[in-house]
């Protein structure tokens, strides 16, 4: 699977997008975009995936560029519960093991 | 519908000691994958389990370590003789099928070993 870069930290004002970057520059034309979340001492909890389409669901926003090489994870209005370490996830569509980076570390404040 | 129950959520062990952690996935799913978080680290996978049939369990270390889905119960994961760098959170997903883990997993909670 392709390896991912995300930043380390971010912060975000409650009520403002949080828009969560991330590269994978060796992503094969196989691969998927999956985004994670692990709020503190949770389990990890399943965002959103994509191939090359943008995608939306009622949790955010997937945006893929068109080259692929990196995307950008977007939560229209962050709230205090959106705290919690975000990881990008590259991943072939038969494949089933999740190779979880760092993530990135991201903090909505008042 | 009740989620991916892992118990117990905590669980202490003195350097040694035997350590069983167990995971009954969520009703209709038949696949189970365990996963290790070491502090401040990500999650890294260990093993794949169907019922009666390990699937790959090359991100187990080679000895200790042991995991199972029998055909009736929860799926368990046997740490033998822990020492303290075992001291962890291990995480338990599952799907209804391997294809389907395209949509997501469903992770439990965690059990938290700590090796003293």
Redesign the interface.
Known sequence: DAKTTQPTSMDCAEGRAANLPCNHSTISGNE?V?W?R?IH??????II?GLKNNETNEMASLIITEDRKSSTLILPHATLRDTAVY?CIVRV???????????TSLLVTP | NAG?MQNPRHLVRRRGQEARLRCSPMKGHS?V?W?RQLPE?????MV?LQKENII?ES?MPKERFSAEFPKEGPSILRIQQVVRGDSAAY?C?S?PS??E??????????TRLTVV
Do not use: C, I, R, W
């Open positions: 998927y999956y994670y692990q001492s949770q389990g990890p909890q399943y995936h990881y569509s038969s494949g089933y093991a999740l190779n979880f980076g760092k993530g | 991916v696949h994958y996963y680290e990500g999650l890294k996978f794949y790959d991100g995480f997903a799907s391997q294809t883990t395209n949509y997501g997993y469903t992770f439990g909670s965690g």
